[in-house]
């Protein structure tokens, strides 16, 4: 596997990762994004309707969240998820979590961290975590980590330092598992750059696993509300700072377009594409032209400019959909509304 | 002719259906209909999408497995969003964006099916929207005019639909209203032209009123008939002498649609007895719960057993999801959250339902259907004696004799 960067514009890394996949010659264009999946298969659609869609990722996002639970099946199996799920062809990424359900905190330790799929919890210990990933065969992986840092509001030093030791020691455990494998070897492990909002913390995760022989680097803990992001930017562009030019980096938990282009400024290669899956489930349509407004809500308002529209557009935002509080972001329009 | 009914149209109807051949011993027939968004071979499953849309699938994939007919429910487009608003979206054709023709039923059965609250006369059927609760009239009239501005193919006439387990004077009253009600609709018909318009055998389970009714409608000279009243609660003895009947006494150059039936056996059966046209919600419906029709019966993929079975669903089958999917996936995939699943079924069963028409077809025309029969019966009951009994008396009654 080969990075390459064709050009850097203001932080923003244009280039092309190059013979990706078990038959090394798959290649993929950063800054790009994977393919969000739910067991296996993109929400809704099926081969056919799959195929219809221009431009389908070159990646496909598996979670271990709704996987691990098929493990025995898997294993019994041996062809690899990929045949599994009906995408051979298909460059698969193997994250921990789903990105779109947040995970209950408290349930990582020394040992083992848990995901959470359809029939509960599945605690995974790194042995128990290379099993499965023998099983699936993905071409990438995220290692196990300690990610609950950014499942909480506030973090407490002690707790992110935490985090970061842990993480760094379930790296450490897979790459030696990885070694010993014949089939494990096939598939490349993406370091998790953990440490919450802690900056000596964040510095010291993203040294500690660049020194390690890890494929990419995935950048956990910066996802959250919009208001949560904007100081976490300023720390992501911290920590991408310090990690080598010629890997890719990924960032999970964001997809709406305005952050993402945020986050290639600061130097991110690779996103998860479920917010189409979120606008989908609140019975929205995505509508918006690609003339980026950093903050489109503002630009609206200064045209306009009353007080009664800086309501509305408020207003606008926020509505109930069974009892969930979703916010409709401006790049979409709600179908249910009678006009 | 001409002197027969005083309210009927006389114009005479165009002959949609041409015959290509005829089973030697059965009432079977293979056909051609010609349709005004093209031709349609029979015998045929016409699957069901109710408001606009077949529930899981889009129109393209509908085309891809080979479907040129499928239906449309009035009741439910009638009321939402209206026939108004279809009109402007280039009909029902336009709106849900399909190229090949579409059936819509008059409405009549859905209010049978969904409505408590619904009341019969003579003028029509009076019943409360659920949608929003608006009280409407549902006549003979106005279930014609929705159907013209939909613009569907074939438009059936509203008739007085009575459960087949209800007995007494009512299932009388509902069979001579029903011819009264196909007289009005002839005379509302706007676009005799562009949608053929079918009459509605009823008269329940009572031979002699299923005999009545059948003469007089005959009389009547539209494009075709279906065969109302049944596939509700009756028996299955019951319900072939019904088919049968009315296949020998409805005329042999126009369609036969036997309305709601879709299990298998009951189609390979109907067809013997002499129809053409079936619709049923059955094997979407049954997508939806996790069931996959096979030759054998049907699967249920949520079951353990299913949990390491790579192999497709039917390795005979040449739908996608066959084509692309174990059945040890699917099961994965109904377990969770993710509702591709049923839409994986969908696809399935509705390619099913249509290589199975297909194959009886070609049976038919390569002059061997008994012999179809037979074995269809075979690998679905394990052996041709143990076929249910009714299917075994109804096909005896039409020369085709199970081993």
């Known amino acids: ?10 932080g923003c890394r244009l280039g092309k990762i190059k013979n990706l996949g078990k038959t090394r010659d798959h290649t993929m264009d950063i800054p790009g994004c994977l393919l969000y999946t739910k067991t296996g298969s993109a929400p809704h659609l099926t081969h056919h309707t799959l195929r219809n869609i221009h431009g389908v990722p070159a990646m496909v996002q598996l979670t271990l969240s709704s996987l691990a639970e098929h493990h025995e099946v898997l294993t019994e199996y041996k062809e690899g998820v990929g045949k599994f799920i009906g995408m051979p062809e298909s460059l698969l990424y193997c994250s921990l979590h789903d990105p779109v ?59 992110a330092r935490k985090s970061v030791d842990r993480s760094l020691l379930f790296l450490d455990s897979c790459l030696r598992l990885q070694e010993e494998s014949e089939v494990l070897q096939k598939s490349v492990i993406i370091g998790v750059i953990e440490g919450g909002d802690v900056m000596e913390e964040r510095l010291r995760s993203a040294r500690e696993t660049a020194k390690r022989p890890v494929g990419g680097f995935l950048l956990d803990g910066f996802q959250g509300n919009p208001t949560t992001l904007e100081t976490r930017l300023r720390l992501l562009s911290s920590v991408t700072a310090e990690l080598p030019e010629d890997k890719p980096r990924l960032i999970s938990g964001i997809s709406r377009p305005d952050e993402v282009l945020e986050c290639i400024e600061r130097g991110v290669d690779l996103f998860e594409s479920f917010f189409p899956y979120q606008v989908t489930e609140r019975g929205c349509a995505l509508t918006f032209s690609f003339d980026y407004q ?12 009353t007080q009664e529209e800086i309501k509305c557009v408020d207003d606008m935002k926020k509505i109930e959909t069974t009892g969930c509080n979703q916010e409709i972001t401006s790049f979409e329009i709600n179908l249910k509304e009678k006009n | 002719m001409a002197g027969a009914a005083t309210q009927v149209s006389v114009e005479s109807a165009p002959r949609i259906m ?19 968004h093209g031709t349609v071979a029979t015998p045929v499953f016409m699957p069901v999408g109710t408001q606009a849309t077949m529930k899981g699938i889009t129109t393209e994939q509908l085309d891809a497995l080979g479907c040129r007919i499928c239906l449309g429910n009035t009741y439910h487009l009638g009321l939402r969003p209206g026939p108004e608003l279809i009109q402007k979206a280039n009909g029902l054709h336009g709106f849900m964006n399909w190229p090949h023709n579409l059936l819509t039923d008059s409405g009549g059965f859905q209010m049978v099916s969904l409505v408590s609250l619904s009341e019969v006369t003579e003028e029509g059927v009076r019943f409360r929207s659920p949608y929003d609760g608006n009280e409407t009239l549902l ?11 939909l613009g569907s193919d074939i438009i059936m006439q509203l008739d007085d639909v009575v459960s087949s387990t209800v007995t007494g004077p009512r299932v009388e009253e509902a069979m001579y209203r029903s011819i009264r009600w196909l007289d009005r609709c002839i005379a509302a018909h706007q676009r005799p032209d562009k949608q053929n318009l079918f009459a509605i055998i009823q008269g329940g389970l009572d031979a002699d009123l299923r005999a009545t009714c059948l003469e007089e409608m005959t009389k009547r000279d539209v494009p075709g008939f279906a065969i109302g009243g049944l596939s509700g609660g009756e028996s299955k003895a019951q319900f072939w002498r019904m088919v049968a009947l009315s296949t020998s006494r409805l005329p042999k150059d126009k369609p036969r649609y036997l309305m709601g039936v879709g299990y298998a056996t009951d189609l390979v059966v109907c067809v013997a007895l002499g129809c053409d046209m079936f619709d049923c919600v059955f094997p979407t419906r049954t997508a939806r719960f996790g069931s996959a029709l096979v030759p054998t ?5 949520r079951k353990k057993v299913f949990e390491k079975d790579f192999g497709p669903i039917d390795p005979e089958c040449t739908c996608p999801t066959c084509q692309n999917h174990s059945r040890a996936f699917l099961h994965a995939l109904l377990h969770s959250d993710n509702t591709a699943a049923l839409h994986h079924l969908t696809v399935h069963n509705i390619a099913y339902q249509l290589q199975l028409m297909s194959a009886v077809r070609t049976s038919i025309v390569e002059k061997r259907f008994p012999d179809f029969v037979r074995d269809f019966m075979g690998t679905m009951y394990g052996d041709p004696t143990l076929c249910p009994t009714w299917a075994t008396d109804a096909l005896a009654s039409v020369g085709i004799t199970l081993g």
Not at chain 2, 297 to 301: E, F, K, T
Request: with cysteine; charged share 20%; glycine share 6%.
């Open chain 1, 1 to 10: 596997m080969k990075l390459s960067l064709t050009k850097v514009v203001n």
């Open chain 1, 101 to 159: 359900s947040p995970c209950p905190a408290g349930y990582v330790t020394n040992k083992s961290a848990s995901v959470w799929g359809v029939s509960g919890r599945v605690e995974m210990t790194v042995s128990k975590f290379m099993a499965i990933q023998q099983a699936l065969q993905p071409d990438w992986f995220q290692c196990l980590s300690d990610g609950e840092v950014s499942c909480k509001e506030a973090t407490s030093i002690k707790r």
């Open chain 1, 294 to 305: 950093p903050n489109p809500e503002e630009t609206l308002l200064q045209q306009n400019g």
């Open chain 2, 18 to 36: 041409r015959l290509v051949a005829e089973c030697s011993r059965s009432r079977a027939r293979a056909g051609e209909l010609r349709l005004p």
């Open chain 2, 139 to 149: 006549s003979p009239e106005k279930s014609v005019q929705i159907q013209n501005a």
């Open chain 2, 297 to 301: 019966g049907n699967l249920q993929l």
